[in-house]
């Protein structure tokens, strides 16, 4: 309880904390913060620091990483407005509206399901926001006339761009999340891929200062996550451009009254769902995704099966993320995993001593799971299957490896391989 409160006292004192300055030596990294509040300067010393400082990340700036890719996908011009009136006028109420017409192509975002309102008017090639007159733009997208009252809460206009950080890592310093990629919001997911960092980067860091991996490990975090979040990026600049040719090209006709508007109308509707269902169920690009190339993973020949932005296949191919199934007990496997690695057991009658052993030998934290599930027979072909603390698969095997020791230290960044 005290470690704790402990805890939470450090985090609240970060919190009014302004990182300046750091440096690093070959033993830890020293920061230089500003006490908000007193503009008093003070130092903390630590092994490793993460840049999770954003988009602008002065982490990044020190370390001297470029970022490359594409500097502009797209320009929006964005308006937070407070318009109680407006969600009576709708024919129900709904999270996202896509606004399409011949003159301009919009979503609206529900903030609070009440009054409170984002809208995103995206901008033609070409066009900047300061060509548009913010009211009357967005009176056009709410379909209101000039007496509709709105009061605007906020103005962020923003360019969406594809930019990825050249390096993840120097030395005892990491970046994490927007202050490693930036990616236009179409398909999101630039919190997904910052908290999938995080995830990846936090089991590594504290496998190290437990002492049970190799400081070696920490490579994996730049091979592992830098191809991922350069493939995303590259879906969510796809999407995106493919919302905006569909927002810019919007036939005369959409307005029109009649039968023939109306078929207009269901026809364009149809298109925009099947353009955007991707993006909002996007299972295969936050599930599907695999590690190649790691050097803390038993890849054994087989290759993983290829996903889409919306659809993916569970599989236990060393890599991908360890099928999702529920036990018998109505438990998620999820829950049952260890914190740290799990070796599941789909068949309790196979030895699983000799891992067990080596584990222990090298400190390696590891839990074994009989797995008790109706599903487990089509999702899981091996008997054995390691899954790591970020719920990826490390292992399989029908039977344990000939030589465990040479697969825990592999696993913990410590093999000749790694
Ligand atoms: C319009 C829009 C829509 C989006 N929609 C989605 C979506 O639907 N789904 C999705 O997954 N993502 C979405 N994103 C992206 C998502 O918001 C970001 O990817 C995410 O916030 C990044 O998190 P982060 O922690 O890396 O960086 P940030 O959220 O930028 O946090 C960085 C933090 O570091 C602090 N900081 C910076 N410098 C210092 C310093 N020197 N000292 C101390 N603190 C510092 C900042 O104050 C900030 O609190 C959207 C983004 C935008 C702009």
Redesign the pocket.
Known sequence: MLAQASAIARLHILNH????HFVQNETGVTVV?EDLASGEPREIHASYLIG???????VRHTLGVAMTGDPVVINTQ?TYIRAPKLLGMMPGPAWCIVVLSPRCGAFIFAIDGRERWLI?NFLRPGEQSTDIDRDSRVREILGVGPSFDFEILGKED?TGRRMIAQRFRDRRVFL????AHIWV?FA???????IADAMNLSWMLAAVIKGWADPRILDAYEIERQPITEQVSRYAMGISRAVSAFHFSVPEGLESPGKEGDALRARIGREAYELNVGQFCCGGLNFGYFYENSPIIAYDGEAPPAYTLYDFTQSTVPGCRTPHLWLRDGRSLYDALGPDFTLLRLDPAVDVSGLRAAAEVRGVPLAVLDVEADEAASLYRNRLVLSRPDQHVAWRGDKQPDDPAAVIDLIRGASAMA
């Open positions: 904390m302004r990182a300046v913060v999770c400082d954003g988009a602008h990340s002065d964005s995103h923003w994490c999340g927007d202050a919001p999101g997911f630039g919190m997904n891929a910052g």
